[in-house]
């Protein structure tokens, strides 16, 4: 599907966008995560060039997330209450501070499992339902 036009929008955008983001997305990541600290601590970068970068991501993924959240609500109104809605603004800004980096090892674990080719999946216990 990737790129071919007999698929149309799918195959020419969606594909493209999914490639990058989830492909080669997480590696790339991983790499500004262990150069930009290695470029300070070889004195390459000054201490303000990685804080003002650590702000930018910080900020760049903050807007990504409330803009999202303003979005859904502009069209489709899911959230009734306004402290509802306030909670989730606060969940869009801690994401990005814990929660992005745990997904990237989860994600980067996965790339390694399939090129790996274990395409195992863990068994999950089953119970039944107890009425009280």
């Not at 989830?22 to 470029?39: A, H, R, S």
């Not at 996965?110 to 009280?132: E, H, I, L, P, Y």
């Amino acid at each position: 599907m990737l790129a071919n036009p007999r698929y149309g929008r799918i195959g020419l955008v969606s594909m493209p966008l999914i490639v990058i983001e989830d492909v080669l997305g997480p590696p790339c990541e991983l790499f500004g995560y262990l150069l930009i600290p290695l470029l300070w601590l070889m004195g390459i970068e000054s201490g303000t060039v990685v804080l003002a970068f650590f702000s930018l991501t910080v900020l760049f993924g903050t807007a990504l997330s409330l803009g999202t959240l303003a979005l859904e609500e502009v069209q489709l109104r899911r959230t009734p209450r306004a402290r509802d809605l306030a909670m989730i603004g606060v969940a869009a800004v801690v994401e990005n501070l814990g929660y992005r980096q745990a997904n990237l090892v989860f994600r980067l674990y996965g790339m390694w499992r399939f090129f790996r080719k274990d395409n195992r999946w863990a068994a999950a216990g089953r119970s039944a339902f107890v009425r009280q």
